[in-house]
């Protein structure tokens, strides 16, 4: 009974003193620091299903000195490729890469061209090459058109001289934003003396390309345009509906009046040449030429003024040539010089082209080839 008694009263101070070891913490072993390191998640890695299906795991009381993780640094985003190629931006942080805007409000900072090659001897045209074409009298227009209503009226007495099949190997230097780029130009020109068909391309190993084309007719008012392509990533095109004296453009629903002699924005250079090859009276310095000149969206009203004859030193080499210049009609025109070469029908083999807000783009020759 005595010994029943004893350990009763043995297990009752053990539980008390289990109780008070809840309560008062014991100070015979002190308590070892506890190290948290905190991991924060990509934003693309955490779904919204994880949010959904995973329950938060219970997490320990922080104290006063924990340490605290560190802001993520922000990205930079890479600047755009000229003409339109948006490059994507490279982030260290969770958030998402942001594309970067289109040329040419961010350019890049391309290579300054190297110096152009130094001036040789004139490339005389292949000798396998057909000899300029002169536009047949007996050949009728495409539409019947009163000479005193003519929105150009030059075309009553114009003459054209078409050049032979040629193509043209340009060197262009481009300034956008205050960057300056180099790239290569090709313009090929074909004809059989009833049509013609050419192209102008202009390729850089960065920007991509840029390519127009256009097809038509010869005739007694020079080159009559069918259709003229643009195209960038994807073609836009204006079609010449002659039958119904419209311009129909296949990004716009909104069609235009096509005017007499009008050209296109590349059908325009081998017009020109043509024209001033076949009436020389033309050529002189101070002599207006207008005419409707239809982009792949838009026609407007362009003229033209012949300037001067001037001795150039191209990659070529010294080429004579006849400068004729863009005349603004309004405010914040495009200013376009041209010079034209004798020596190869009258071809461009110069172009300088600027924009109002001082872009510049400008091509001259280096070679020649037969298409």
Known sequence: ????????????????????????????????????????????????????????????????????????????????????????????????????????????????????????????????????????????????????????????????????????????????????????????????????????????????????????ELGVQGLLPKRFGDKYKQEVAAHFERDKGLVVFSASSTPQVLQAGAQDRLSLFVQLGALLAGTPELRQAGQQIPFQVVASKSADNWAFQVDKEELLNLPIGPLNTLKVSRLPLKNYDQTAEIWLSPAHGFLPVKVRIAQANGDVLEQQLRKVQAP
């Open 1 to 216: 009974m005595l010994v029943t008694l004893v350990l009763l009263v043995a297990c009752l101070h053990l539980a008390g003193l289990g109780s008070l070891a809840t309560v008062w913490p014991a100070h015979s072993s002190p308590e070892l620091p506890v190290s948290v390191r905190l991991h924060q998640p990509s934003v693309e890695a955490l779904s919204t299903s994880d949010l959904l299906n995973k329950s938060p795991a219970p997490q320990a009381k922080p104290r006063k000195h924990l340490p605290r993780t560190a802001t993520p640094e922000g990205f930079h985003a890479t600047p755009s490729a000229v003409l339109d190629q948006p490059v994507a931006a490279s982030s260290s942080s969770e958030e998402a890469a942001i594309p970067a805007a289109p040329a040419p409000s961010e350019a890049p900072a391309l290579a300054t061209p190297a110096p152009l090659a130094p001036p040789s001897a004139e490339l005389t045209p292949p000798a396998s090459t057909p000899a300029p074409v002169a536009a047949p009298d007996a050949v009728e227009p495409a539409v019947s058109v009163n000479p005193e209503s003519l929105a150009a009226p030059w075309l009553a007495k114009a003459k054209f001289v078409f050049p032979a099949p040629l193509k043209l190997l340009y060197d262009v230097i481009g300034e956008s934003k205050g960057i300056r780029y180099s790239a290569d130009g090709e313009l090929v020109w074909q004809h059989d003396s009833v049509n013609y068909k050419m192209s102008l391309d202009i390729r850089h190993v960065l920007m991509g390309s840029r390519s127009q084309n256009s097809i038509g």
